[in-house]
């Protein structure tokens, strides 16, 4: 994955794909594009289709409605890929993770993925309700290797 | 040895040449973030981004070969285009630059091509956008560098006559100006529009095509304000390698205006862009000549 990511940490095009999100954090993502926050001084781009684009920005839960077009869009992307799941939603799938009309977050999203054989080179999660503007820059300074890794993942079993 | 003197001169300024837009349009990006009060992404950023597609994956298109062909064909006749300008700023020969006036114009029917090609409904959109706006640009572009080439010869600078020189800035107006539409930028950034149709023209293609027409556009801005600079050099310090830097360093300062214009403007209605250029146009080259045709016959 190193190896994939030190082609792309200098120049990071983005797609914005929403799922199934509320759209409050396709807002912060916009927030987040604004001269205020600056986001291309770390070389990010937002692209209009995701045959351009490097990482996409994952909004929302997965909807059942939503899927097919998901996975046609990230099959566009060509490699190497990557996905920023935004939010407790599309990170985890939020207060959706177990409704009758969705997936959950990403998790299912790249199991279905491996399923049908569609590669993705690295998933990064940026959790909140909604994100921060500066948790999605964090995001991508994290791509470039200018910041540590705030989380790790562990599993807890109660005895 | 004067032939392969030139030659070489040639190649070696175009090596720069092609390098050199891709660089300035790190300048442009910066200068656009300056004036939106940020910081930007730093002057090589557009040479990272290249350097990045070139090693992605290419998405297939089911038409692949004929889209590579009228790639091909708009990268080779843009490069030899800018070749010639080359030669013509060295030498000061007028064959030289028809010949590259007429290689950047079949480069830039290539381009049109391209996305005429491809059955997705967004780059057909952009597609015709792009043949609409090449329509009102390029005859106005050759039309009035020819009249400013031919005003530039008659003006005799130690007695200028009055109407020769006011159709010459007539004329360099109108070039400068289609010089600019030429380039894409906004508000004639319609091929592309990137807020209402995805990237238009360039929607369907990927990593190493990509690369490749974006290159290309970005030398096609480079030529648009080459062939300008060299047209008022030759005639002001007379050709050589002196002129050519001087060119160079005029094609720089002109990308730059064009930088701070572009970042000024506002987009405007699809349609009323190409139009009003068009009106435009027609005035000024309906003046230039006349006034040219006076001062030959009249003055
Ligand atoms: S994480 Fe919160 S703000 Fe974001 S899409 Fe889900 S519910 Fe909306």
Redesign the pocket.
């Known amino acids: 994955m190193e190896k994939k990511l030190e082609r792309i940490k200098r120049s990071i095009w983005v797609f914005h794909l929403n799922t199934g999100?509320?759209n409050?954090?396709d807002i912060e993502i916009l927030d987040a594009l604004t001269p205020y926050h600056d986001a291309e001084r770390f070389g990010v781009k937002l692209v209009g289709s995701p045959r351009h684009a490097d990482v996409l920005l994952l909004?929302?839960p997965i909807t059942l409605e939503s899927l097919p077009k998901v996975i046609n869009a990230i099959e566009a992307t060509p490699r190497p890929r990557f996905i920023i799941a935004l939010?407790?939603?599309g990170s985890g799938g939020?207060i959706w993770h177990d409704t009758y009309s969705t997936i959950g977050g990403v998790n299912s999203l790249v199991k279905i993925l491996k399923e049908r054989g569609v590669e993705v080179d690295g998933v990064y999660y940026v959790p909140g309700?909604?994100i921060r503007p500066e948790a999605l820059l964090y995001a991508v300074a994290l791509i470039r290797g200018l910041v540590e890794k705030k989380a790790k993942s562990m599993v807890a079993t109660v005895e | 040895m004067e032939f392969i003197l030139l030659t070489s001169t040639s190649i070696t300024v175009l090596l720069v040449n092609t390098i050199l837009p891709v660089i300035m349009d790190g300048v442009e990006r910066k200068i656009k973030a300056r004036i939106q009060s940020r910081i930007g992404p730093p002057i090589v950023q557009t040479l990272y981004d290249l350097l990045k597609l070139l090693e992605k994956e290419v998405k297939p298109l089911h038409i692949m070969p004929f889209i590579l062909l009228t790639i091909i064909a708009y990268l080779s006749t843009i490069i030899a285009s800018l070749y010639f300008i080359n030669l013509y700023t060295i030498t000061g020969e007028a064959y030289y630059s028809i010949t590259a006036i007429t290689l950047f114009a079949i480069s830039l029917t290539s381009n049109t091509l391209t996305p005429l090609l491809l059955p997705s409904p967004f780059t057909y959109t952009g597609g015709m956008r792009e043949v609409i706006l090449s329509i009102v640009n390029e005859p106005a572009f050759i039309v009035s560098f020819v009249l400013a080439s031919t005003s530039l010869r008659l003006l005799n600078l130690q007695s200028p006559n009055i109407w020769i020189l006011i159709a010459l800035s007539i004329s360099l107006t109108t070039l400068v100006l289609s010089s600019y539409a030429i380039t894409g930028r906004i508000p004639f950034d319609i091929a592309e529009a990137e807020p209402e149709i995805a990237s238009g023209v360039l929607l369907e293609f990927s990593g190493k095509i990509l690369a490749l027409l974006l290159l290309s556009n970005l030398i096609k801005r480079f030529i648009v304000k080459y062939i300008v600079s060299s047209l008022i050099l030759v005639y002001i310090i007379g050709a050589g390698l002196t002129c050519l830097a001087a060119s160079i360093l005029l094609t720089i300062a002109l990308w730059i205006i064009y930088a701070i214009v572009a970042a000024i403007l506002g987009r405007s209605r699809v349609d009323l862009a190409p139009i009003t250029l068009g009106k435009v146009y027609i005035l000024l080259l309906a003046l230039s000549i006349t006034v040219l045709l006076v001062g030959i016959y009249g003055g």
């Open positions: 999100s509320c409050a954090c909004t929302g939010g407790s939603c939020g309700c909604p």
